[in-house]
């Protein structure tokens, strides 16, 4: 004879094998997209800094865009999760808030490699200049020179997908420091006037940085609202020369580690 | 007679003048984006808290997931900055975490209405329940109920766009905890695999916290990858009941806020 058993933990065991039946369907119906743009954006608490995943989810080819090397063993499980091969770990300048993760990636997902600015001053596997275009898949990303947080800055544009990658040319609402390194206001208001805010407006700008919990802006909100840069350039040199900035904290390690992909 | 100025003066009075003039262009030649689907995520770094805001480019009307109370101003700014009219300030739940920003936003921007799940115990304008549907402009969000982290937890659904706001209930590669509130990992894991591992494997996943700096996730990935939800509902169970997470910090000070849109 069987143990007849409450009414309640019968329902209760019912209830645990059908959502396990229910569990094993829904995983197995699970297929990798195999088609389109794939786009994430992943942050760094401590230096408040962004990085950028693109891929081509038909050839599964994908870049990271001023990877963090705290976040590469981070960085790399996504990029193995998602099925993609790493063909560039690139950097819009050479950081000096942050270690650049691009070393570090290169040794946990051998294949890859290292992008950066031609007039960076730093060491890479490539080095791009004006007017270059870097290619992953069926994408591409245009480097554009925006000099004046440092010589070596580069934005990368993405026109098919209508975003632009600015580093500390821009940054929502604001803009990178011109106190050190090659700085110079006047050569970051030409670069962010004639080469960032002469994209069309509805273009989706992802800085390198953000502080306040902003994670993206347009070209559009930029030419309308940036505190600095909608100002005349005299306006601008005054306020950049008047900012009184702390020295960058992480500068005297960042910077030595960063011309040689953060393996110093 | 005039002054003869030395060449690298007249060189850069000439490059101010001319840059003053390409800026100007640059600005006069703007105007709003008036068509499509506008989203912008936005980042509490204290509490690991996502505030989503959703817009209709065209009616200009706009929606707010989660906000939070110390960014009231800055969330406002930016809705205004667009051009867009907050119909709704939304939450998903009835945060433990952090107090919301629904009444504060009602006050700085009138005619905005609170809206919470009819089941959270929390007071708010507008009231919604499974399958019932918020719309602003040509757009609107399916709520469906997914309880387990609290009773009134919802899911807000964008078919058009392909996106969900799932609140606490799912967390990229995690979940909300089950232990305080109405907290059931049971209910939890049905709501998950019934009302969001059910949706297409491309819908993007918006949750309301992370706190390893990633944005955001897909349907496929969780189903593939969540360390929790892809194990039985039994080893489910037993991962929540171990845990061994602290009291949180914020409850006694944000859920009698919460119940009156974060006014208390």
């Not at 890479?124 to 069926?138: K, P």
């Not at 000099?147 to 632009?164: E, V």
């Not at 702390?246 to 005297?252: E, R, V």
């Amino acid at each position: 004879m069987l143990t007849k058993l409450p009414v309640h933990i019968v329902g209760q065991a019912e209830r645990l094998a059908r959502m396990s039946r229910v569990a094993a369907i829904v995983r197995m119906s699970s297929s990798a997209p195999s088609t389109g743009f794939f786009f994430r954006q992943l942050f760094d608490t401590v230096s408040s800094t962004y990085t950028y995943l693109l891929g081509d989810m038909k050839t599964r080819d994908a870049v990271l865009i001023d990877p963090v090397l705290e976040h590469a063993e981070r960085d790399a499980t996504l990029v193995k999760d998602l099925g993609f091969k790493l063909v560039y770990a690139m950097n819009t300048h050479m950081h000096a808030d942050h270690v650049t993760g691009t070393g570090k990636l290169k040794s946990i997902l051998p294949g890859t490699k290292s992008v950066i600015g031609k007039s960076s001053g730093a060491q890479a596997d490539v080095y791009v200049d004006d007017g270059e275009v870097v290619r992953f898949g069926g994408y591409e990303l245009l480097a554009k020179s925006t000099p004046g947080h440092t010589n070596g800055c580069l934005t990368y544009i993405c026109h098919d997908q209508s975003m632009a990658f600015t580093g500390d040319a821009l940054l929502i609402r604001g803009c990178g420091r011109t106190d050190f390194q090659e700085g110079s206001s006047e050569k970051l208001y030409e670069s962010v006037h004639t080469k960032i805010f002469t994209l069309p407006d509805h273009y989706t700008l992802y800085p390198a940085h953000d502080y306040k919990g902003q994670t993206a802006t347009t070209v559009w909100e930029e030419k309308k609202y940036n505190p600095r840069l909608t100002k005349s350039l005299k306006e601008f040199i005054h306020i950049m020369d008047t900012l009184n900035l702390p020295y960058p904290k992480m500068i005297d390690k960042a910077l030595p580690a960063n011309r040689v992909c953060g393996l110093f």
